[in-house]
């Protein structure tokens, strides 16, 4: 990971928070980590959304961009 930008948004239903790349704590190449705060994104099932920016030279601007969304598992009250 440590070649591609990346964003994280964590959210609940309409409240939401990003979380770039430069703002996490690097672990080794392959691992970041950061912490989200519930007050800003509220309760109930926490979701994320990795949008990665991967250098490719087949796309306009040598980047191409891929969206992956996902329930974490975690629920808070």
Do not use: H
Not at 11 to 20: D, H, K, M, N, R
């Amino acid at each position: 990971m440590d070649d591609v930008d990346f964003q994280c948004r964590f959210f609940v239903f309409s409240a939401s928070q990003v979380i770039e790349k430069s703002q996490m704590v690097r672990i080794n190449e392959n691992s970041y980590s950061c912490y989200v705060d519930t007050k800003i994104i509220g309760s109930g099932e926490i979701w994320l959304e990795t949008t990665a920016y991967l250098p490719d030279s087949d796309y306009e601007g040598g980047t191409r961009v891929e969206v992956d969304k996902m329930n974490t598992g975690i629920k808070t009250v």
